[in-house]
């Protein structure tokens, strides 16, 4: 019996409403079940949502005073946060199901919560992505590191914007 993959985002005190809103429309692309989301920045400002594919239609946005509370014992707990002693991602395994928790823009993950992780890591680049950046490349890795044979055709077909007519000319 094949186990079936889940992805919840944890967001611990976004900045943002606009960060959430890209959050949301990155939970769509990649087929995340769930966004959590704590402290009181984000309600405050939810007004401003940038939701532009009303995924919130699909995947819950649910505030959670603890974000890992209330998890199915099956899921890990991935923080992402520059930490001493964080894996890198390039060379990190992805758990078939996992809650990745995202701290805000203009702090860190409380070290109690990381202490609790199954597993941290972080993104390599020169200098701090935005909130939604990151979310994307972390997301966008496990599904790199974890999709099988893709039918390029229909993937285009499927999900391009309808003005969208380009085509690769054969060489």
Known sequence: MTTESKVIIGLHNPKSPTNVGAVMRAAG?????EVRYNGTRYSRAVKFQTDTQNIQERIALVEKPVLTTELADDVEVVC????VGASSLPHFEHPEKAI??????DGSLPQE???????????????CMNLAATVNVVLYDRLAKTIGTIDDHQQVIANRDNKNRLRVKAV
Do not use: K, Q, W
């Not at 990745?100 to 823009?105: D, M, R």
């Not at 597993?119 to 680049?125: E, G, L």
């Open 29 to 33: 692309c990649y087929d995340a079940s």
């Open 113 to 127: 919560l990381v202490d609790r992780a199954h597993h941290v890591v972080y993104v390599p680049t020169n200098g």
């Open 80 to 83: 992402v946060e520059f930490a």
């Open 100 to 105: 990745y928790v995202f701290g805000p823009e």
